[in-house]
């Protein structure tokens, strides 16, 4: 397992279409969460996953914004009707609920908006 | 409800001196507290953290924090810097005792930009 995996890597897409992304986390973490982050400022949370179940979801997860994680396993964050001000950088991260560690994030995928 | 405040934008240093990142914090309960650093188009990778015990805790690639309490601070530091060291560095709270007891989300800073030079 080489850590969180996240993909694709960049996201161009126009204003209204749809997109989705793709995270794998480590193996046996149970725990997987979604953060987005826009330039100068740090990862802001917006929902995570206990296994399959969602457990929180920001307020900044709007109504366009979408996610599963059927298995337990990988997980998916949709996004409808794109705007501009979705451009960002989209983080993955895991952990185990039963640790004290910080998470592990993976690389990201960053979406701009045109 | 919980927060950080990183109130340097930017912190320039000289390569082979000592650096200082600073970081408060503000929680209902007691925190967990982290460190990360991101260099660019990366991910977040964990630095350190502080659960509980030593105030002053060690991390990866010769990073330090010390934990103060009664100043609700958190500050990163390093006895000499190098210019590998410059990146982004991101200070993180977990509330233990707050919403989800100890399975609250990490709240991040907005960031601090470390520039060394040579």
């Known amino acids: 397992d080489t850590g969180v995996s996240q993909d694709p890597r960049h996201k161009i897409t126009k204003r209204g279409q749809n997109v989705t992304f793709r995270c794998d986390p480590i193996?046996?973490?149970?725990?997987l969460y979604w953060y987005r982050q826009t330039l100068g400022q740090g990862p802001e949370f917006l929902t995570y996953?206990?296994?399959?179940?969602?457990?929180?979801k920001s307020r900044l997860l709007s109504d366009r914004f979408s996610a599963e994680r059927p298995k337990g396993s990988f997980s998916t964050l949709e996004i409808q009707r794109t705007e501009q001000g979705d451009s960002a950088m989209y983080l993955c991260?895991?952990?185990?609920?039963?640790?004290?560690?910080?998470?592990?994030f993976g690389s990201g995928t960053r979406l701009t908006v045109v | 409800a919980q927060s950080v405040a990183q109130p340097e934008d930017q912190v320039n240093v000289a390569e082979g001196n000592p650096l200082t990142v600073k970081c408060t914090y503000s929680?209902?309960?007691?925190?967990?507290l982290f460190w990360y650093v991101q260099y660019p188009n990366r991910g977040l990778q964990f630095l350190l953290k502080?659960?509980?015990?030593?105030?002053l805790v060690k991390g990866s690639y010769g990073f330090e924090a010390e934990f103060n309490k009664s100043q609700t601070s958190f500050h990163l530091k390093k006895p000499s810097a190098l210019v590998s060291d410059s990146a982004l560095y991101f200070c993180?709270?977990?509330?233990?005792?707050?919403?989800?007891?100890?399975?609250?989300?990490?709240?991040f800073g907005k960031g601090t930009k470390l520039s060394v030079k040579p």
């Open positions: 991260a895991s952990s185990l609920v039963s640790s004290n560690d910080g998470y592990t």
């Open positions: 193996s046996e973490h149970n725990r």
């Open positions: 996953f206990q296994n399959e179940a969602q457990l929180e």
């Open positions: 929680v209902s309960g007691n925190p967990y």
């Open positions: 502080y659960i509980t015990g030593d105030n």
């Open positions: 993180a709270v977990r509330d233990i005792n707050g919403y989800g007891g100890s399975q609250g989300n990490l709240i």
